[in-house]
């Protein structure tokens, strides 16, 4: 059974989320899910409005996602692969090279990064601002 790793932060889970989620299980058998912390998401982006708890729950409940890993690492190494038996990892193609390289090394290194389409038109940034503009 190949097993699928994709890594989000998913906060207000949007339709740019359920797109990610659904091209990322057509490349494997088995979808795990990473949620990132918010101390982690706020180390690279900003702190998430919603909390991990609930974006787990939303994450977990999507039909697509088979399992989810609560706190997931930034930095995905090559025990971490092992440790899951993940096969494949996705993530959507506005990564670059170097940022690849600095997430995730072992896969890149291992010829198991896979690039998805990344849907245009929404994101949280998006979101966030079409609330503040509708105020």
């Known amino acids: 059974m190949s097993r699928v790793y994709v890594d989000m932060v998913g906060d207000l889970f949007h339709a740019g989320h359920v797109a990610l989620l659904r091209e ?4 494997g058998d088995w979808l795990v899910v ?3 912390s918010d101390d982690t ?3 690279y982006k900003r702190r998430p409005i919603m909390t991990l708890a609930e ?3 939303v994450i977990e409940s999507c039909r697509y996602v ?3 890993i609560e706190d997931a690492p930034f930095q995905v190494t090559e025990e971490f692969l092992a440790e899951h038996g993940i ?3 996705v993530h959507g193609d506005d990564l670059s090279p170097e940022g690849a390289e600095f997430v995730y090394g072992s896969a890149v290194t291992a010829g198991k990064l896979t690039y998805v389409r990344r849907t245009e038109g929404i994101s949280t940034t998006q979101l966030i601002q079409r609330v503040l503009d509708a105020g």
């Open 24 to 27: 990322a299980r057509r490349h």
């Open 87 to 89: 096969t494949t990892v």
């Open 55 to 57: 974006r787990v729950a």
């Open 66 to 68: 088979d399992e989810v």
């Open 34 to 36: 990473g949620v990132l």
């Open 41 to 43: 998401a706020a180390s």
